[in-house]
């Protein structure tokens, strides 16, 4: 069960596996909304600033809109082979996070197979901001955890995964013991972090 935080109350939830086009869809049209509406409260406020680009922009990591630019139809389209899979967390009538992994992708540790990452994401209403407590804490984690059962048990992969990392998600990916290898200058310049076996474990607990 998820506890929303605003209200107490508990949710089943539940994960979709494979690429959606109406769960892509619904999300696209709920997360841009949530988006707009911390927009606004930016706007409100810094009084001003929506007639700044560049220092509203600035202001996108302090309140979690480093990916406002993604569309999950748009990532669909080069997402759609049978190297990656796509799963949605489900809540409350929702889309409150979703992933797409990769594989086989080579360890860069090892060198073995394991897979990666490509994103992982909540919707913002999950995410603290000024002045604004997440409506439901560690989806993104649940997910996460259940890509990585997904692959060890059904893609038969060892655990291991690695990912490149937005800035505003470093901290979160160095909490759960990840190994961080270092900025990637072929990938704009995005910090490349890998899970051991035992890193990988837990999180499938």
Known sequence: MLKCNHSGVNYPWSVKVGLDATLNASA???????RL????????QNPGIENDHQA????????RLEDWHWRWDNKALYCSSSEYERFYLIADNSVQAIATIYHPK?????????????????????????GYGKKFSG???????YCINHAITVLKY???????????????YQHIGMQDLGLDSAKESLRRYEADEKVTL????
Do not use: M
Request: hydrophobic share 40%; net charge negative.
């Open 28 to 34: 696209d049209v709920e997360w841009s909304t949530e």
């Open 37 to 44: 509406r911390v927009i606004r409260e930016i706007v409100v």
């Open 56 to 63: 509203l922009v600035q202001l996108f990591p302090l309140f």
């Open 106 to 130: 080579s360890s860069w540790i090892k060198g073995d197979n394991i897979f990666y990452i490509d994103y992982l994401a909540v919707a913002n209403w999950n995410r603290d901001r000024p």
């Open 139 to 145: 989806v993104g984690t649940k997910l996460l955890g």
């Open 158 to 172: 060892r655990p291991g995964f690695c990912l490149h990392s937005l800035p505003g998600a470093e901290t979160y």
């Open 202 to 205: 837990s999180l499938s607990s």
